[in-house]
């Protein structure tokens, strides 16, 4: 079983709707200060490790030990929360005083978002496995 379009179609979905929604309502976020930069370099960055994510995942699936998906599941979840925590602090501490607090909640609650359909793509990948 290899990453297929259809594994795929969710979470290029959810990025495809967000980078529309934050270049439709970039006026509307200039206005409420919050910078459409810091949300669509988080939308970029989660799409990418959310591709990875489910690739390790799809490894942990064909093999013969069910804790190996576990474990893998487990893995690529923990390496997400990491990066996504490394960068915020690397982006805050390059910003200085101009940080965008308003962007970096947004992006915490995208994180969840792409957490959810990253989940259901696992559970349906595993549904249809013998596992």
């Known amino acids: 079983m290899k990453l297929t379009f259809k594994h795929l179609a969710p979470i290029s979905f959810l990025f495809i ?3 529309i929604a934050v ?3 970039s006026g509307f976020l200039k206005n409420n200060y919050i910078d459409s930069a810091v949300l669509l370099c988080a939308n970029v960055f989660f799409f990418i490790i ?3 994510s489910l690739l390790i995942q799809l490894r942990g699936l064909h093999n013969k030990n069910p ?3 576990i474990r893998s599941v487990m893995g690529s979840m923990m ?3 990491f990066l996504c925590i490394s960068l915020t602090i690397l982006y805050v501490i390059l910003s200085g005083d101009s ?3 308003r962007g970096i909640f ?3 609650f995208l994180y969840l978002v792409y957490l959810a359909v990253e989940v259901y793509t696992s559970m349906m990948m595993n549904k249809k496995s013998n596992g």
């Open 50 to 52: 959310s591709i990875l």
């Open 106 to 108: 947004i992006s915490l």
């Open 67 to 69: 804790n190996v998906f």
């Open 17 to 19: 709707t967000f980078t």
């Open 99 to 101: 940080f965008n607090k």
């Open 23 to 25: 270049s439709l309502l």
């Open 79 to 81: 390496l997400k929360m």
